[in-house]
């Protein structure tokens, strides 16, 4: 089974930026979907963007214009760069390859 290890989550003022990573323990480049995934106190947890294979992205309209997924199958990576971000944006983040395998989650926390 692949394991997902986030790192890049922290305590940030609102409109600044957050540069999410997430490493595999095995190669990436045959897995079709990736993804972010957040889940605020009380709330559901909730897709922010995924990626595929060849590139294909999508963002939750939460989150469009300012955050951008990318993946790095030479690194078995995938990342998220959040700018302009909002306390709304609070929460923990999770990588996942749905279906299969979810990392432990970094808390992103936005404050002034």
């Known amino acids: 089974q692949v394991q997902l290890v986030e790192s890049g989550g922290g305590l940030v003022q609102p409109g600044g930026s957050l540069r999410l990573s997430c490493v595999a323990s095995?190669?990436?480049?045959?897995?079709?979907?990736m993804g972010w995934y957040r889940q605020a106190p009380g709330k559901q947890r909730e897709l922010v963007a995924s990626?595929?294979?060849?590139?294909?992205?999508h963002y939750a309209d939460s989150v469009k214009g300012r955050f951008t997924i990318s993946r790095d199958g030479a690194n078995n990576a995938l990342y998220l760069q959040m700018n302009s971000l909002k306390p709304e944006d609070t929460a923990v983040y999770y990588c996942?390859?749905?279906?299969?395998?979810w990392g432990q989650g970094t808390q992103v926390t936005v404050s002034s």
């Open positions: 095995a190669s990436i480049f045959s897995i079709m979907t």
């Open positions: 990626i595929t294979s060849v590139g294909y992205v």
């Open positions: 996942a390859w749905p279906g299969a395998s």
